[in-house]
């Protein structure tokens, strides 16, 4: 819930998301029985298909690459390869995962869509049923993993405060949003992410019903956008992308992140999905605390640098409820006193990234 408020307390100095009037997203358009299965969701075909995959996979060898460079970062020293791949790993995913709520926002502002339910809650599903149907390969299957682990990380922090639960606010709260991933991934392929839903304890009838939920989404989703998919071979809208001021040890993360691309990333995404009515711009900035946002006045993604710290912070907190985990697991096993797992059991592992 930390996280949530400090992302939240960015929002103020931007302008609206929406349009005056204007409906905002999307979930239960369905059409005929609710359990029916979906039609297939719709997917880049051909050669954009082939680039999206070809992007990912140089994105992914990039972080290999970026992590070796930032040896002497402060963030990364003293650390060894393995760790510095771990952390750059779980702070990219974690990034990848905010620019896609933000782009749940542009695409729900910018096509005037219904919304039914919490826009906040929406745009979640955008960014993870998206990373599950359209990208659908080992980076965003790793990125919405990571991204459930920094959520379960700020509640467990949130707890460790002493904060108390804020109902009143327009997210939902951290635990929830990290099971939230979960559930639809489960929902995807309860197989492929059995293991996920093991270490978390997602009970067996919440698991079913959460094939359901992903279904749903993805084919609210599929039915709200179909007119404004960008067919092959229509030109391509104007995506910008901006790496703004960067202040103080951030200077060092903006070089960073414009060295591996991620705007490039997402920004190449969005203009080979949909024919946006107007030119976007996908920005990140310094901007003194961690915040991330659409503004629609000047259709532009927002994401503060400042996020990566707070994904370093959490990566930390991880790290150090794994050690201590592992030191208490030792102390019980030489008493041959069985011990369960902390909340949460191995999710708090770190990810291995992989080259």
């Known amino acids: 819930m930390i996280m949530r408020r400090r992302i939240i307390a960015g929002l103020a100095a931007w302008a609206k998301r929406s349009r005056?009037?204007?409906?905002?997203?999307?979930?239960?358009?369905?059409?005929?029985?609710?359990?029916?299965?979906?039609?297939?969701?719709?997917?880049?075909?051909?050669?954009?298909?082939?680039?999206?995959?070809?992007?990912?996979?140089?994105?992914?060898?990039?972080?290999?690459?970026?992590?070796?460079?930032?040896?002497?970062?402060?963030?990364?020293?003293?650390?060894?390869?393995q760790r510095r791949q771990e952390r750059v790993a779980f702070v990219v995913g974690n990034l990848l995962f905010v620019l896609g709520h933000e782009l749940g926002h542009a695409v729900i502002a910018e096509f005037d869509l219904p919304v039914l339910g919490r826009e906040e809650d929406t745009a979640d599903v955008y960014a993870i049923s998206k990373s599950l149907t359209i990208v659908n390969n080992e980076l965003s299957h790793r990125a919405l993993m990571r991204a459930s682990t920094a959520w379960f990380m700020s509640a467990r922090r949130a707890r460790r405060e002493g904060e108390a639960p804020a109902y009143h606010e327009q997210h939902g709260l951290d635990q929830q949003r990290a099971y939230h991933i979960i559930c639809l991934m489960v929902g995807y392929d309860p197989d492929k992410f059995k293991a996920l839903a093991d270490e978390h304890r997602l009970p067996e009838d919440r698991r079913r019903s959460c094939a359901r939920d992903f279904h749903l989404a993805s084919r609210s989703w599929q039915r709200v956008m179909e007119p404004n998919m960008r067919a092959a071979g229509q030109p391509k809208a104007e995506v910008n992308v901006i790496y703004g001021e960067a202040r103080g040890s951030l200077d060092g993360v903006a070089l960073a992140l414009r060295d591996i691309r991620i705007l490039e990333h997402m920004a190449e995404f969005a203009a080979e999905q949909y024919?946006?009515?107007?030119?976007?711009?996908?920005?990140?900035?310094?901007?003194?605390?961690?915040?991330?946002?659409?503004?629609?006045?000047?259709?532009?993604?927002?994401?503060?640098?400042?996020?990566?710290?707070e994904f370093v912070a959490l990566f930390n907190e991880q790290e150090r409820d794994v050690r201590t985990a592992r030191r208490g697991s030792r102390t019980a096993?030489?008493?041959?006193?069985?011990?369960?797992?902390?909340?949460?059991?191995?999710?708090?592992?770190?990810?291995?990234?992989?080259?």
């Open 20 to 81: 005056p009037g204007s409906a905002l997203v999307v979930l239960g358009l369905l059409a005929g029985p609710l359990a029916a299965q979906p039609a297939p969701p719709s997917a880049p075909a051909g050669q954009a298909a082939t680039d999206l995959q070809a992007r990912s996979a140089a994105l992914q060898a990039s972080l290999v690459e970026l992590a070796g460079r930032m040896a002497n970062d402060p963030r990364m020293r003293g650390l060894s390869a």
């Open 333 to 355: 096993g030489s008493r041959n006193v069985p011990r369960s797992a902390p909340p949460g059991g191995a999710a708090f592992a770190p990810a291995r990234a992989r080259p």
């Open 275 to 309: 024919r946006w009515p107007a030119p976007i711009t996908i920005e990140m900035r310094s901007c003194g605390e961690a915040a991330a946002a659409w503004t629609f006045a000047t259709r532009t993604v927002h994401v503060c640098y400042e996020m990566v710290d």
